[in-house]
């Protein structure tokens, strides 16, 4: 998170700080792109995205 790396940096946050990041924070859960991309524009598949990422989905439950 951002207060570990700021602890880990020795860096004492402002409250001005501590809100802005909320502020962030808050924006960028609501944020939606506008870019639509295809997996064929790439020369992708799904089936292939499976198995080369097979052990994500197997380790991180997805």
Known sequence: TINSLLEF???????ELKLEIEEQKKRQKIFKSDHKYSLDEFGLDEPTI?????FIYDNYNV
């Open 9 to 15: 940096l020795e860096i004492k946050a402002s409250e």
């Open 50 to 54: 499976r198995s080369d990422f097979k």
